[in-house]
């Protein structure tokens, strides 16, 4: 590294050190003090320094004022706020420090509270949370960056060695420098604001106060958790972030076995547990381009694996499955059968028994992704969101279980009691089925799914060839109402023995019409899953 001329390297001549984590701070004060620099520090803080042999001032003694009301106020005191915001180049400011024996501060070592930590535990309480939000913290942080033309900052461990390297080499840190680390205070700052004020809503969101299901401002909380190898294609670049979330998710998930995920994986593998989890019997799905391609329900785990996998078995290659049980070795065994590749594989656990004949057996045994998902944890009804440019779309998740209460067969003819558990797989399955979707299933399994069409009429055609002689005796799920009877009329041909959508068509009756002539019953749910 050279000296650029253009640059002002500021001298450390004090700095000021409070940190709750202490990583890397032995090391980091004893370069300090080598190079003359003079520590001011707080109560345990200094402990730690003294622990280690590091000569430093306390607070309380440089300010005249002690620690009070059990350290909540410490550092909040002009002597301290005077000697990090005094402008070095001008007069006014170098003779206000000289009148009130104030010393410049030109290095603050802060990290704040861990109040996300504290909040994530579970059963904390709502006072311990509340002594958790650092007050003198972030304002001296921010009064340092504010001041970063001639003060440095420093608010976490891996930032030192940046600090200590020009410190060494030029007696100073860089304007360049010195304005980084303030951008990152700041950013640090907002993350922690907005914890805060994430945690402060929930809780009053459990006071009899109604809230606002749609906030006037909507602010996001995200840190990157990896870069991953390319987005949907080579050419582009992506990566996975975490926001707070206390629910079940993919990024608090653990990998078990096989080579990393990509953003494809992630998304189809979030699609395939968000399907799952919906259904309270032994569930699996096979998810390819995020969509379903085949999905099962049975009184046992390796029997829906098995009908999943039967659901389209060309498309089925090289898809991700999801389970909502323990992958057990027989599910795993139905896993290893001839001429099957699977990308990854979703569930919230893994018997010890299921991940060595997953790892070892199958010939693509290498690379499956192998994800426990843990305990399900159900939370209120999220929000989605849909980035689109210049701004973000906001709803409410279409996770409403089935209204089934409020279905109403609309046509003469009634619902055979045999069909009723195959209507109500096909209805929650199609609100995960891109639109305009249609969904055949028959024993809780489906056999053919017609996805993302311009035309409802070409969806039904799709998924009557995917089902091919499985039709007959299916039932057909539609995500939205039927605009002519076309599709009923293809339907019957099918041998499809019912139909369930939501209505609301101008042409309703011409479609009550063709499934009393097919003799083919129909139910109304007054519900729409559009999904684009």
């Known amino acids: 590294m050279t000296q650029d001329s253009a640059s002002h390297y500021r001298p450390i001549r004090r700095a ?75 007069k006014e400011d170098l003779a206000s420090l000289q009148e009130h024996l104030i010393d410049q501060i030109d290095l603050v070592v802060v990290n704040l509270y861990p109040f996300e930590a504290t909040v994530a535990k579970q059963g904390v309480a709502f006072a311990e949370a509340i002594e958790q939000i650092d007050i003198g913290g972030p304002s001296l942080i921010r009064a340092a960056s504010k001041n ?98 206390e629910g079940t998710s993919l990024v608090t998930a653990k990998q078990l076995h096989g080579k990393e ?31 379903p391609c085949g999905a099962a329900s049975a009184h046992k785990l390796s029997f829906a694996c098995r009908k999943a996998l039967e659901g389209d078995p060309q498309s089925a290659f090289g898809g991700i499955l999801g389970f909502n049980q323990c992958v057990d070795a027989e599910t795993a065994e139905v896993l290893c059968q001839p001429g099957l590749f699977i990308e990854a594989i979703v569930a919230p656990e893994f018997s010890h028994e299921a991940i060595e004949i997953l790892s070892t057996k199958p010939k693509w045994k290498e690379n499956v ?14 929000l989605d969101y849909r980035f ?15 209204a089934s209460l409020t279905w109403k067969t609309v046509t003469s003819v009634p619902v055979a009691d045999e069909l009723w558990d195959d209507i109500a797989f096909g209805w929650e399955m199609v609100r995960h089925v891109k639109s305009n979707a249609i969904v055949l299933a028959r024993d809780a399994a489906l056999v053919g799914v017609g996805a993302g069409q311009m035309s409802r009429v070409d969806s039904v055609e799709i998924a009557i060839s995917k089902a091919a002689d499985r039709s007959r005796g299916s039932i057909l799920a539609s995500d939205a109402f039927f605009p002519f009877p076309d599709s009923i009329h293809r339907a019957a041909q099918a041998g499809v023995v019912a139909i369930i959508q939501p209505g609301g068509s101008k042409k309703d009756q011409d479609v009550i019409a063709a499934c009393n002539e097919h003799r083919i019953p129909m139910l109304f749910t007054g519900q729409r899953h559009f999904r684009h």
């Open 16 to 90: 000021l050190i409070s940190v709750s984590d202490k990583t890397g701070l032995a090391e980091f004060a004893k370069g300090l003090v080598a190079k003359g620099v003079e520590i001011l520090s707080t109560g345990g803080t200094h402990k730690f320094l003294a622990e280690n042999g590091i000569s430093a001032r306390e607070v309380s003694q440089y300010t005249g004022f002690p620690e009070v009301m059990d350290g909540r106020v410490k550092t909040l005191h002009p002597k301290i706020f005077g000697g990090i915001l005094a402008r070095r180049d001008r």
């Open 148 to 245: 970063h033309a001639f003060v440095t900052v420093a608010t976490h461990p891996n930032q030192y060695s940046s600090i200590l390297q020009e410190f060494g080499s030029y007696g100073g840190t860089s304007d360049a420098l010195r304005l980084q680390l303030a951008l990152e205070c700041f950013r640090s700052t907002a993350s922690y604001d907005l914890a805060i004020s994430e945690y402060l809503t929930k809780q009053v969101g459990k006071t009899e106060t109604p809230t606002e299901v749609l906030p006037e401002r909507l602010q996001m909380n995200l840190t990157k958790v990896i870069d991953l190898r390319y987005g949907e294609n080579p050419h582009q670049k992506a990566g996975l972030y975490s926001r707070p979330w």
């Open 369 to 382: 992704r192998l994800i426990a998902m843990g305990k399900e944890i159900q939370l209120e009804q999220a």
């Open 261 to 291: 995920l990509s953003y494809n994986n992630l998304l189809d593998a979030d699609s395939a547990y968000n399907i799952v989890r919906c259904f309270a019997r032994a569930s699996a799905v096979v998810i390819k381009h995020n969509n």
């Open 388 to 402: 689109i440019r210049g701004g973000v779309l906001v709803q409410q998740a279409d996770t409403l279980p089935p």
